[in-house]
């Protein structure tokens, strides 16, 4: 029988993040999945950068790499490209993934690297207490944004399609079945897959916003959830402010390791030896 | 073919062409990088090798995602290098830090140039001595070393590595553009005439595993991701076991360790050369492509009757400070060339105090030391 | 662990209390209105009317509270 715990460092627990942070049903989703593939612990490694959502990997047993702010990606694709074998699965946030760390970001689904990309969209920096990110939508406030945001905001699912991502899809915590649904099809893609979460952080952003609880939060992600079906009939006015969920894209694509692999295989001399000589 | 005696071996190489072989020799079986001259040659020997040997080459889109990914493939078990220079080195301090701080060993070749900033991409200097020490943040461990011809730009990298692995800390390989592409012929050692070091496995079972274990000799035992041990790596402070800790007592603890592992073992790390030592009265210090100009200056003087000695730095950090204030007992003074504006010279000072002079030559107009500019020194001490 | 137990027949419901931080997310998802916040943690108050649909569990952040049906 399935029991969370199984996968859980429970004596590092209760969790850091604040009450009612949205991440805490991310991670059950994601052990959810991880289970119902019957993957094994050992085989799993979890990376995550810098942020709220990237101390995630501190609470679960598998091999697990808390990195530095925005390079998850990068450490995970030398993990992947030195051992194929295991599953690597990335814990980001949306600063972490797509401000400092943007670049990695787009250029691995460029590649298209096998790796499996769980973004946790709060639409704030959480860790450093709510300042403006790439995701906060225009005229929202931060810390850093008291007059409201004046900048455009990222559509990062759209961003990881553009560059190239084999699996997009886009969920909420509120949805906590889809969301599972779409990290099984994630992990289970040969190619580099992307999740958007979109959790609350009503700590930071939730407050400063006005937008109550935790529970009007995700009753608000509830509302405002569109599926991508329904939203390619709408107008972008219509999508205004609107969560577009759905799987944006699953496709088949030539996969940044294997390709590689293939090169092994032609080149490679059967002894393995070094020569000391060119 | 490599065994065919020795006659056979005489080969034309390039620093940067060795130093890759010499990685390939030692077992590195991952690379990634970012294109920057004056290293370059070192990712293009690689991709072509390295899945030759089953190992792995990637290009990667910056330097900072480089040092990313070669923490990550050690990690995962395989011995990982980057190459770089000046810029691409600044780029890769914050994960340095990370290295030394979550004890992973990583190879990092900075083929230095002129700086600040691009400075003299196509021209030499040594000006990331100190920068190869303090630049990323923190108090932290790190080994330096600096070849200073092709044969020793290959085995240096094997000790590089060797070095990595036996005290899980990055080590930086310090080249500079004439090093690295200048071309000598080599006989470079075979295989089996190489000592490899492994990092040391655990003993124990998975539930027993402190992947941060305070050892005798301050290195803890390393297991690679997937083999069945399941720990955390973080560059949070942390405990044995590897998760963060907030406790003064063992946050301390951590960083005294760290920090002390090297200077438990600098007997087995710093490494010299002496050449023409034991009569002098002039003691020249160099290290890399400098040393060079500083062999054939003590050459010079030795012919023109003077008592001139050569003592070549090996490993940069840690720095030879005990074994320089040994030599120093019958000098008149110290001359310390190098291609930047007296980053050694000034340890050096520290280390002598004011017992003798340390004179400095310094170039850093992106030209070589001329070694008649150090015999001019040597004659008007000696 | 300050484990709380509530049986009802065959359904079980077990509230971790040290775990709980009272963001009430389960309260007020629950369709049954099954649960109560009391003294800033959820508690069980009327277990009767649990259909065990496991919707609090499914959105607890902290894994605090699990619903089993035996
Ligand atoms: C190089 C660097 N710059 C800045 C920081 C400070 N920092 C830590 S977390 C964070 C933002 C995290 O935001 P996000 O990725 O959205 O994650 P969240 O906390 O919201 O889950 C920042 C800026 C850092 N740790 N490293
Ligand atoms: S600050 Fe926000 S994101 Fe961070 S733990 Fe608290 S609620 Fe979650
Ligand atoms: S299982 Fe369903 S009905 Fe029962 S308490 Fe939980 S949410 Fe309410
Ligand atoms: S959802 Fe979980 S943490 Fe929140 S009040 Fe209910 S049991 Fe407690």
Redesign the interface.
């Known amino acids: 029988m399935f029991d ?2 199984t996968y ?2 429970t004596s ?4 850091i ?9 991310v ?2 989703a994601m052990l959810r999945a991880i289970h119902k593939l019957g993957l094994e ?3 799993i ?1 979890m ?1 995550s950068g810098i942020g709220c959502s990237s101390r995630l ?2 609470y679960v ?8 702010h925005g ?1 998850a ?7 992947k ?3 194929p ?2 599953h690597v699965i990335v814990v980001t946030g949306d600063g972490d993934a797509t401000a400092i760390g943007g ?2 970001y787009i ?1 691995a689904a460029r590649r298209n690297i096998d790796l499996t990309v769980i973004l946790f969209n709060n639409n704030i920096y959480g860790m450093t207490g709510g300042q403006v990110s790439p995701t906060t939508p225009l005229g929202k406030f931060a810390s850093t944004a008291p007059y409201g945001n004046f900048e455009n905001s990222f559509n990062i699912s759209g961003l990881a399609l553009a560059a190239g991502a084999s699996f997009v899809a886009r969920s909420t ?2 949805h ?2 889809q969301l599972e649904k779409y990290v099984e099809k994630a992990i289970l893609k040969k190619g580099f897959s992307v999740v958007e979460v979109i959790t609350q952080c009503p700590t930071t952003y939730g407050r400063r916003n006005r937008e109550g ?3 009007d939060m ?1 009753l608000a992600q509830k509302e405002n959830s569109i599926p991508v079906s329904r939203a390619r009939t709408m107008s972008e006015e219509e999508l205004e402010g609107k969560i577009v969920t759905g799987i944006l894209v699953d496709t088949e694509k030539p996969e940044c390791r294997s390709e ?1 692999q293939k ?2 295989d ?4 059967p002894t ?7 | ?2 065994e065919k005696g020795k006659s056979n ?1 005489v ?1 034309v ?1 390039s620093g940067n ?1 060795a130093c890759a ?1 010499g990685a ?2 030692a077992g590195m ?2 690379y ?1 990088g970012y294109p920057i001259t004056p290293s370059s040659e070192v990712a293009e ?1 690689l991709s072509l090798e390295l ?4 190992g ?1 080459f ?1 290009q ?3 330097e ?15 011995k ?1 290098m980057t190459a770089t220079s000046g810029p691409g080195f600044s780029l890769m301090q ?2 340095i830090g ?1 290295a030394s701080m979550a004890e992973v060993p990583i190879v990092i070749v900075n083929v230095m140039r002129g700086g600040p900033s691009t400075g003299l991409p196509t021209m030499p200097a040594q000006a990331d001595i100190m920068q190869a020490r303090w630049g990323t943040h923190g108090d932290h461990p790190v080994i330096a070393l600096a070849p200073y011809s092709v044969r020793e730009a ?1 085995t240096l990298t094997v000790r590089a590595f060797n070095l990595a692995e036996s005290f899980r800390t990055p080590v930086v390989l310090l080249m500079d553009e004439i090093l690295g592409h200048v071309n000598e012929k080599v006989v ?4 089996q005439e190489l000592e490899i070091v492994d990092r040391v496995r655990p003993q124990v079972s998975p539930q027993d595993y402190l992947p941060y274990a305070f050892t005798k000799n301050g290195v803890p035992p390393m297991v ?13 402070a942390h405990d044995e076991s590897g ?2 800790t907030n406790q003064p007592e063992k946050i301390e603890r951590l960083l005294l360790r760290l920090n002390g592992k090297l200077e438990k073992n600098r007997e087995n790390i710093v490494d010299f050369q002496v050449d023409d030592f034991d009569d002098a009265q002039v003691g020249v210090i160099s290290y890399g492509s400098s040393a060079r100009a500083a062999r054939h200056a003590v050459r010079l003087a030795r012919e023109a009757g003077i008592k001139a000695g050569l003592f070549r730095l090996k490993t940069i950090w840690p720095f030879a400070d005990q074994e320089i204030e040994a030599h120093t007992k019958h000098l008149k003074a110290w001359i310390v060339p190098e291609m930047n504006l007296g980053q050694i010279a000034h340890e050096v000072e520290w280390v002598v105090g004011r017992s003798i002079p340390v004179h400095r030559i310094n170039r850093i107009d992106g030209n070589p030391i001329n070694p008649l500019e150090i015999m001019a020194k040597i004659k008007e001490i000696a | 662990m300050n484990e709380k137990v509530a049986v009802a027949g065959k359904i079980e419901i077990r509230i971790n209390e ?2 709980c ?5 389960c309260v ?2 629950c369709p049954q209105d099954v649960l109560v916040m009391e003294n800033g943690v959820a508690q069980v108050c009327n277990l009767e009317a649990c259909t065990a649909c496991g919707l609090c569990e ?6 605090a509270i699990t619903v089993k049906k035996g």
């Not at chain 1, 590092?12 to 969790?15: C, N, V």
């Not at chain 1, 993040?17 to 049903?25: E, L, M, N, R, T």
């Not at chain 1, 990606?73 to 993990?79: P, V």
């Not at chain 2, 900072?64 to 395989?78: C, E, F, P, V, Y």
Request: net charge positive; glycine share 10%.
């Open positions: 969370y715990e859980l460092r590092k627990m209760p969790l993040w604040c009450a009612g942070c949205g991440d805490g049903i991670l059950k612990k050992d085989k490694c990376v990997t501190g047993d598998f091999n697990t790499l808390h990195t530095t390079r990606i990068t450490f995970a694709t030398g993990i490209m030195a051992r074998e295991l670049n990695h250029h915590v509120y906590a079945t609880t935790a529970v995700m590689y090169i092994i032609r080149f490679s001399q393995g030896s070094v020569e000391t000589k060119r | 073919m490599a071996r080969q190489l062409e072989l390939l020799a079986r991952f990634a020997v899945p030759k040997v089953g792995v990637i990667m889109e910056d900072i995602a480089s040092i990313g990914a070669i923490i990550g493939a050690s990690l995962a078990g395989s990982s914050e994960n990370y290959f470079l050692p075979l295989p690679s991701f997937g083999e069945g041990y399941r720990y955390h790596v973080t560059g949070l998760f963060p | 040290a775990w931080k009272g963001c009430a997310i007020e998802f499914l959105r607890c952040p902290d894994f």
